[in-house]
Every structure is written in structure tokens, then in C-alpha cells.
């Protein structure tokens, strides 16, 4: 059975600081590509940053700079580390695993930016 668990989410002032985990299981996590991505009240559901098999990065424009995404196969687990945060970043975050023929999506983790 595949699970992709989040957790690390909170409430946070504005400019501080949180470090998102996703542990996976039930699929060969070395294999996929991992993402984070993140959906807003009343918006689309956005990507945030990728990881590619080969640890490759990619980042949405948004958040180039402040966060980081590493993956760490050993433990099969993906981080999102969140620096400098805005009020704009308040969301669900949600991790993704993807390869060609394959998506699947944890259940999500609430990030609240506010003072």
C-alpha cells in the first residue's frame, strides 16, 4: 500500500522558518521523482520544488532562494526546508511521487504564516 506522510506544518510568523518531511512507502522511492507542492484558499494547486531521481532541482520563481528541497533515499523521505516566510506562502503543502506511469499524492500538512 503506497503512503506518502507529511508532517512538519504550523503556524509561523512571518520570516521564520519550517521544515516540511514526507516519508514514503509501499513503492521504490529512488525511482520517482519527488515534489512539493502547495494549495491556497480559493487557488489551484501549485508546484513548489521538485527532485529528481538524480537530485536535480527545480523551484517554482516564488520561493527560489528560501526554500530548499532534498531527498534522502536511505530513508525515503523528502524535506522541504522553508526559510523567510510570507504570509503568501499559507497553505496546504502536499507531497508528490512521480515517474511515468505513476502519481500518487499525501494527504497534506497546513502551513499557516501570520503574526
Known amino acids: 500500500q503506497v503512503q506518502l506522510v507529511e508532517s512538519g506544518g504550523g503556524l509561523v510568523q512571518p520570516g521564520g522558518s519550517l521544515k516540511l518531511s514526507c516519508v514514503a512507502s509501499g513503492f521504490t522511492f529512488s525511482s520517482y521523482t519527488m515534489g512539493w507542492y502547495r494549495q491556497a484558499p480559493g487557488k489551484e494547486r501549485e508546484l513548489v520544488a521538485i527532485?529528481?531521481?538524480?537530485?536535480?532541482?527545480y523551484y517554482t520563481d516564488s520561493v527560489k532562494g528560501r526554500f530548499t528541497i532534498s531527498r534522502d533515499n536511505a530513508k525515503n523521505t523528502v524535506y522541504l526546508q522553508m526559510n523567510t516566510l510570507k504570509p503568501e506562502d499559507t497553505a496546504v503543502y502536499y507531497c508528490?511521487?512521480?515517474?511515468?506511469?505513476?502519481?500518487?499524492w499525501g494527504q497534506g500538512t497546513q502551513v499557516t504564516v501570520s503574526s
Open positions: 508528490n511521487a512521480a515517474d511515468d506511469r505513476r502519481i500518487y
Open positions: 527532485a529528481s531521481q538524480s537530485g536535480s532541482t
